[in-house]
Nanobody
Framework: QVQLVESGGDLVQPGGSLRLSCAAS????????MGWYRQAPGKERELVAR???????YYADSVKGRFTISRYNAKNTVYLQMNGLKPEDTAVYYC???????????????WGQGTQVTVSS
């Protein structure tokens, strides 16, 4: 059974920083892309940042220059460093990983349970 466990969400003042972490565990054969999505109240879930197996990255325009995604393959972990946080960054942040279990021929997407980030004074 594969699990993605996020941590690092918190209440922070505008302009502050947070670092989110997500660790994948279980019977994993390989991990392709890992990423972070977020969903604010009343809005659709949106892609924030993604990192491929070769460490190529993608960022949503709204977070470019403020957020940095990275991964530590030895621990199946992905991070999201968030600087210059704004109230509009308030959302539940979800970790996503496209991976193949040892018992499967195909990769598929897995999701974490979400971690709350609130930016407010």
């Amino acid at each position: 059974q594969v699990q993605l466990v996020e941590s690092g969400g918190d209440l922070v003042q505008p302009g502050g920083s947070l670092r989110l972490s997500c660790a994948a565990s279980g019977s994993i054969s390989s991990i392709d892309a890992m990423g972070w999505y977020r969903q604010a109240p009343g809005k659709e879930r949106e892609l924030v940042a993604r990192i491929g197996s070769s460490s190529s990255t993608y960022y949503a325009d709204s977070v470019k220059g403020r957020f940095t995604i990275s991964r530590y393959n030895a621990k199946n972990t992905v991070y999201l460093q968030m600087n210059g946080l704004k109230p509009e960054d308030t959302a539940v942040y979800y970790c996503n990983a496209v991976l193949r279990e040892r018992s499967s021929l195909f990769a598929r997407a897995y999701w974490g349970q979400g971690t709350q980030v609130t930016v407010s004074s």
